[in-house]
């Protein structure tokens, strides 16, 4: 049984949206996956959007979630973790660096182009090295920095846009977004039992 966690920042709109549009895309398949939220600023106990939780209803999924702070619990408790942006995969992996092997944009996960996929590994090792290098005052070469914009420039944006104080149309957006994100994840959930 795989246990995910979705990370978004207020565990409001994004994070919920994808934890209950994988919870039914599970059911309808049965999966046997466990689920949750958090958020890197959520507050415990607060309700989810207006928004989002219409958007589960309407998509016939469960509404009733509430948000909830990342904790080092849920941490442990996950098989994967899986962010909404690379700045939530950067906060997790900052305070819970054990978890840095688990630990993906949704949308880099489930990237299904072995080209691109190749270049994020790459480009995930080089700027590793480089923050290193920066850590203990050493220099950065010119061809890491070379390197580094080349592999950029072929990576594809990882991040969900954030529905945040929106209309009822951008969560629309935003959940259709990442349930074409949730189609490859159930594929390859699938492929590896």
């Known amino acids: 049984m795989k246990q995910i966690l ?32 958090a ?24 509404a ?11 941490v442990d408790w996950a098989d994967l973790i899986l962010t909404m942006t690379q700045d939530h995969k950067r906060a997790v992996i900052q305070r819970f660096p054990q978890a840095a092997d688990k630990t993906h ?3 880099e996960f ?14 995930e090792r080089l700027i590793a090295e480089v923050q290193v290098k920066h850590a203990l005052s050493e220099e950065i070469t010119v061809e890491e920095r070379t390197r580094l ?4 420039k072929k990576l594809p944006n990882y991040d969900i846009s954030d529905p945040f104080g929106g209309s009822l149309e951008l969560y629309r957006h935003t959940a259709e977004e990442i349930e074409e994100a949730l189609v490859k994840l159930v594929q390859k959930i699938k492929e590896s039992r």
């Not at 914009?149 to 950029?152: C, S």
């Open 6 to 37: 979705f990370v978004c920042t207020g565990n409001t709109c994004r994070s919920p949206l994808a934890e209950g549009i994988l919870r039914h895309m599970a059911q309808q398949d049965n999966l046997e996956v466990h689920i949750r939220s």
């Open 39 to 62: 958020g890197v600023f959520a507050s415990d106990g607060s309700p989810i959007s207006r928004q989002s939780s219409s958007v589960l209803r309407e998509k016939g999924c469960e």
């Open 64 to 74: 009733s979630i509430s948000s909830s702070l990342l904790r080092s619990a849920d």
């Open 105 to 107: 944009t949704l949308k």
């Open 110 to 123: 489930v990237e299904d182009d072995p080209e691109v996929a190749l270049a994020a590994e790459e480009w």
């Open 149 to 152: 914009i080349h592999l950029e």
